[in-house]
């Protein structure tokens, strides 16, 4: 590539450049471009700082200050304070209005490491005199939505849409893509909630280059882009794509936390509850339930009545998600009250109500680590067959006389 010598890596990465003799390797992390370096020496060191601004390490440390695309517009130097360069872009990259340093491009977070004049993506140079692409599409034809005919011309940036969009990886158009995952991180991107490479995120979405595309990639790109909210509660949510559902929010941790399987879930809901009664003995539930994405998850507490002498009260077993599936009743039980240790047994307890809703049960004990389950899998069993296991076993923490379950 003019006179330029190029060495990929496995992910098709430049990762080495030869010019008449001499080597320039490139130094990648999973945040990016990390480092130009000669030998071990490194030459040029790219330091992501918080806000989306870039710390960079070379002739002149600069701190680089960008627009909302990720363009550089202004440098300013670590020593002394001052402007090293402020400048402007046209829409497809062309600077104009340079005023100090004539180094240091950077247009929509991509630099100009392989050949002046083009802007380096993951897999194609973006010419910024020309404003396109110097190789076509590698997607081909399936590249193309029939209804935009901007879309045919396989050189054509981002569909000729440069104001509104930018290509990171040089692979799929993306509307404001600078703000997946919410946006003020220090990579503009994120996959599953922590920050990632624009490049690798827009790989993972799909080879495809136009809006509304349907991608064909393996990962699916956040409703509105908007990968983090604020849930009901005040809590941070984030959005899990799935395989086998439509994708949905999850909080971190606590009731709305994403679990593989009911137990996990269950045993998650029992501690959380006995750590909420310990404050004031109280006896409180969670209902846990399956969701339309194949995971599970609980519901927020309900408070029951103190339980010092006994509990008798009935919860909100609907209480969950519409589309989920209710698995299973989560409780506690306070230290030092009524059948601190075990599920009541009666009719109008914890396994009556249990074995009416046909869900399995978990409680909360003392000392505090310890989580008891009712199997209504083994409940008929149990009843019918001498020998069969005891529906009642121990998830974590000491047995207490029931066995553990497998």
Known sequence: MDGTCLTNDAFERPVEKNVGGTYTEILYSPLGKMALMNARTATTIYVPMPGGATYTIAATNDFWHKDWQGSVRLASTRTN??????????????????VGSTTGFNFTGDTQDLVVGTYDTANRELNRTQGRWISPDPAGLTAVDSSNPQTWNRYAYVANNPLAATDPSGLKLCLECHFLGGGGSSTGCSADGVDATCDMVMAMLGPQSFPGDG???????CPNDQCTKVGKNGGVQYFWASTSGPGSYYTYTGPGALYYSANQAGTAAALYLYALGSKDQHEYASNVYGDANGVFSY??????????????????????????????SAHNHPAGGYGDTSFSEDRTGDLGAYTYFGINGYLGTRPGNRVLMFDYSLYVPWLTTPGAPSPVCVLQGPEYGARQCP
């Open 215 to 221: 991608s064909m990639g393996g990962a699916v790109e």
């Open 81 to 98: 304070r001052t402007i090293d360069y402020d400048r402007a872009f046209a829409a497809f990259g062309e600077s104009y209005n340079n």
């Open 299 to 328: 519901s927020e507490a309900q408070q029951g009545p103190e339980c010092s002498m006994g509990c008798r009260w009935t919860p909100n077993f609907s209480d969950y998600p519409a589309g989920a599936t209710l698995i299973g």
